[in-house]
C-alpha cells in the first residue's frame, strides 16, 4: 500500500542473527542496488548489539535510533551507541543519529527521554544525536496489529499516526536540505 516495498528478514529464523562478514556484506551491497529503485531504505535491526547489527549501522547514512522510557531500553540504546563509538569503523565526527522516543505517554515524555540520553551521550561519548520526535502509545496501535495493517492505514487519524507522519516529514525536509 502507498507504494512501499516490504522485505521481510523472516521472523524466528536464528541463522539471520548470526550472519558473518562476508553474508553481511553482500548484504550491504544488495542494499546499494535497491537505491537506485528507492528514495528510501530502512532496517530494523531489532534490539540487540551483534556484529551484524553493527556492521549495518556502519554500512548506514543515518542512524535512527528509537528508544522507550523504560530504563531497559535506555541502557540497551547507550549500550549500542557506546559500541559503535569503540568501533574504528566508526567516524563520530560525521555520525547522524537521530533519536525517536516510542510509546510515551505524550510528547513531553518523548522529548525528556531525548535530554537524559543525550546528556549522557555528550558527556561520556562525546557525540550528540538529535531529535526528531515522539510517537505517543495509544490503543490504535494495538487495534492495527491485530488488523495487521500500519496504524497509518488502519487509523490515520490515530494519535500515534500523526506523529509517525511528523517524523517521517521531518525526515524527508531535513533530507532535502543536506
Same mark, same amino acid.
Given at each position: 500500500?502507498?507504494?512501499?516495498?516490504?522485505?521481510?528478514?523472516?521472523?524466528?529464523?536464528?541463522?539471520? /542473527?548470526?550472519?558473518?562478514?562476508?553474508?553481511?556484506?553482500? $548484504? !550491504?551491497?544488495?542494499?546499494?542496488?535497491?537505491? =537506485?529503485?528507492?528514495?528510501?531504505?530502512?532496517?530494523?535491526?531489532?534490539?540487540?548489539? =551483534?556484529?551484524?547489527?553493527?556492521?549495518?549501522? #556502519?554500512?548506514?547514512?543515518? $542512524? #535512527?535510533?528509537?528508544?522507550?522510557?523504560?530504563?531497559? =531500553?535506555?541502557?540497551? +540504546?547507550?549500550?549500542?551507541?557506546?559500541?559503535?563509538?569503540?568501533? %574504528?569503523?566508526?567516524?563520530?565526527?560525521? +555520525?547522524? !543519529?537521530?533519536?525517536?522516543?516510542?510509546?510515551?505517554?505524550?510528547?513531553?515524555?518523548?522529548?525528556?527521554?531525548? !535530554?537524559? #540520553?543525550? =546528556? *549522557? *551521550?555528550?558527556?561520556?561519548?562525546?557525540?550528540? @544525536?538529535?531529535?526528531?520526535?515522539?510517537? %505517543?502509545?495509544?490503543?490504535? #496501535? /494495538?487495534? +492495527? !496489529? @491485530?488488523?495487521?495493517? %500500519?496504524?497509518?492505514?488502519?487509523?490515520?487519524?490515530? /494519535?500515534?499516526?500523526?506523529?509517525?507522519?511528523?517524523? +517521517?516529514?521531518?525526515?524527508?525536509?531535513?533530507?532535502?536540505?543536506?
Amino acid at each position: 500500500p502507498e507504494n512501499i516495498g516490504f522485505i521481510s528478514g523472516g521472523s524466528g529464523m536464528r541463522e539471520l /542473527t548470526n550472519l558473518d562478514k562476508a553474508q553481511i556484506q553482500k $548484504i !550491504v551491497s544488495m542494499m546499494s542496488e535497491l537505491d =537506485s529503485l528507492a528514495d528510501v531504505i530502512i532496517i530494523d535491526t531489532g534490539a540487540g548489539i =551483534s556484529d551484524s547489527v553493527i556492521d549495518l549501522i #556502519l554500512a548506514s547514512s543515518e $542512524i #535512527l535510533l528509537v528508544a522507550t522510557p523504560e530504563p531497559t =531500553s535506555i541502557t540497551d +540504546a547507550y549500550a549500542l551507541l557506546k559500541t559503535l563509538c569503540r568501533n %574504528p569503523d566508526f567516524d563520530i565526527t560525521t +555520525a547522524n !543519529v537521530k533519536m525517536i522516543a516510542n510509546r510515551t505517554q505524550n510528547y513531553q515524555e518523548g522529548r525528556e527521554l531525548y !535530554v537524559k #540520553l543525550n =546528556s *549522557v *551521550v555528550e558527556r561520556f561519548l562525546n557525540m550528540k @544525536m538529535d531529535y526528531i520526535g515522539a510517537i %505517543p502509545f495509544d490503543q490504535n #496501535l /494495538t487495534r +492495527a !496489529v @491485530m488488523k495487521q495493517q %500500519p496504524v497509518s492505514l488502519a487509523f490515520p487519524k490515530a /494519535t500515534s499516526s500523526k506523529a509517525i507522519m511528523e517524523i +517521517a516529514l521531518s525526515l524527508e525536509n531535513n533530507s532535502q536540505t543536506e
